[in-house]
């Protein structure tokens, strides 16, 4: 299975023959699925806050940072853009010279000039071929336009972080990156007391001086138009954590004759988050962004998640210094059992047989571990992971987000809670991640190791199988204390493929 060459390169990476087998191995096996409650909705295990309950949250937000609150955001930012362009990839190395009528590069081509990057594009094209982008399709050169975006000859965007493609081509002239949008939301969002905005993101080694050359490029304008200061930090996955890559038929993916490694997913961010110092951090996909006009929704549902995040804290914080000092009793405790269940959807079947010590025991356990508040958007096709109420190990029931391959499709009562599913996790979340001491929790101690999950991928528009580590806002967060609140769609507007930058939402 493994050549001389092969064994070279998994040992520069930090990675022994025997782990790398192993990860071929679960791609045999899978990973076990998990056991669920049920669905989680509005009203079960969904919060649904009324306005009075909004405002009262971002009033409680404004008061943390007034108070000098620590607050960070933090960003992966390390994905390529590979999956983004895979149907331009498909139909530049396709026999076919002319786009299947209705097919993405066909809806592409006919709105070509509303692509931000379509200047950049044109100016390309005539670098290249001598003649504008307008000339070449009127030619019927289709392949020659397409592959002028995605090969390392054009914009070569096919190869670069999706972090610092053109998204957002403003009225001025200007063109934004996502980046620069996050730099920009960041500013509205999470700016501290001092009026510091500490924003974290996570690159790939191979493209990290690129984030850098734009960061070093855009912050001082953006802190100038914005009144603030910009910290901005970056790290990067370690190789180590990097999995192998598979074909369908679970033997070794190869490109040019070579083994390729995928980092091990969001997951293995969990050690990135844990170096973050900030009692508070934001956590978003970097390509969910919009313009500046379009913003008003994402920053006021971000101070509404913050604010129940603390207002959660409050609550906890006061019965964790009650339980540490001993002082509560049977009454004070069903209060505090009826707030884990009905306030953070975490259930017990033998909590009501315990003894007050035990109980006690029990909830010091459950409200001394990280919190964090994620934003639940009610499904309308978009792809993405869902919450459920799925049992831990311990045998107790809370919410938890599940991708779709983690849950049984042979078990109908799980179909049935699948069917009534109601909602999708837009990766919008809030994390309170320090004890009521003021300690940073040690994050990977909360992991769930069982809670991974293989995905398909592509590579130049050839698929393979990926092997996940337990995501960041999944497994990795698995032991971690969890609330589910209702925002609204228009607060999720990512960019899954590049015909994504079509939409009214992205036309600055």
């Not at 023959?17 to 998990?34: D, I, S």
């Not at 890559?245 to 993916?253: C, Q, R």
């Not at 804290?313 to 009650?322: F, G, M, N, R």
Request: charged share 25%; hydrophobic share 35%.
């Amino acid at each position: 299975m493994l050549n001389e060459r092969d064994k070279k390169i998994i040992n520069s990476r930090g990675i022994t023959e025997q782990e790398l087998l192993a990860q071929v191995k679960r791609f045999e096996t899978g990973f076990p699925y998990l056991r669920i409650a049920d669905s989680a909705r509005a009203g079960a295990g969904i919060v649904l806050l009324d306005r009075a309950g909004e405002d009262a949250a971002i009033e409680r937000w404004k008061r943390y940072l007034r108070d000098g609150g620590s607050v960070s955001k933090f960003v992966p930012a390390s994905g390529a853009a590979s999956r983004m362009f895979k149907a331009l990839f498909a139909f530049a190395d396709g026999d076919s010279d002319v786009p299947v009528p209705g097919s993405d590069v066909d809806s592409l081509i006919k709105d070509i000039d509303r692509l931000p990057f379509y200047k950049e594009l044109d100016g390309v094209m005539k670098r290249l071929h001598g003649k504008s982008i307008s000339q070449l399709l009127d030619d019927g050169r289709y392949k020659d336009v397409i592959s002028g975006i995605i090969s390392p000859e054009g914009l070569n965007y096919g190869n670069l972080p999706k972090g610092l493609l053109a998204f957002h081509a403003y009225g001025d002239g200007t063109v934004r990156t996502p980046v620069e949008e996050q730099l920009a939301e960041g500013a509205q969002s999470a700016a501290g007391a001092d009026g510091v905005v500490r924003l974290h993101f996570t690159v790939s080694g191979n493209h990290r001086q690129l984030f850098e050359n734009k960061l070093s490029e855009v912050i001082p304008a953006i802190e100038k138009r914005m009144g603030v200061k910009f910290d901005v930090t970056m790290s990067e996955q370690k190789p180590s954590t990097d999995t192998v890559a598979v074909n369908p038929d679970n033997t070794l993916f190869r490109e040019n004759g070579d083994l390729v490694f995928r980092p091990g997913g969001h997951g293995a961010l969990i050690q990135n988050l844990n170096d973050i110092d900030s009692a508070v951090v934001f956590i978003k996909n970097i390509d969910n962004v919009v313009p500046d006009s379009r913003r008003e929704p994402t920053l006021r549902y971000k101070q509404v998640l913050a604010g129940y995040l603390i207002e959660l804290h409050d609550v906890i914080e006061s019965y964790l210094t009650d339980l540490t000092s001993g002082n509560y009793d049977r009454t004070k405790l069903e209060e505090m059992l009826g707030f884990a269940h009905k306030k953070l959807s975490i259930s017990h079947d033998d909590a009501d047989n315990m003894t007050d010590s035990e109980l006690a025991g029990y909830l010091t356990v459950k409200f001394n571990r990280p919190l964090r508040v994620a934003g639940m958007v009610r499904n309308e096709g978009e792809p993405g992971g869902g919450p459920y109420l799925a049992y831990n190990p311990d045998g107790t029931v809370s919410p938890q987000v599940l991708e779709s391959t983690q849950i049984d499709p042979d078990n109908a009562g799980y179909a049935s809670m699948v069917s009534k599913a109601t909602h999708f996790n837009p990766v919008d979340l809030v994390c309170y991640i320090r004890d009521i001491d003021g300690n940073p929790y040690d994050l990977p101690v909360y992991v769930d190791p069982a809670t991974g999950f293989i995905s398909s991928k592509s590579l130049h528009g050839k698929t393979l199988r990926a092997l996940e580590l337990p995501g960041l806002w999944n497994g990795a967060m698995s032991d971690w204390t969890t609330v589910f609140v209702e925002v609204p769609i228009t607060t999720f507007n990512p960019v899954k493929t590049v015909n994504d930058l079509l939409r009214p939402v992205h036309q600055a």
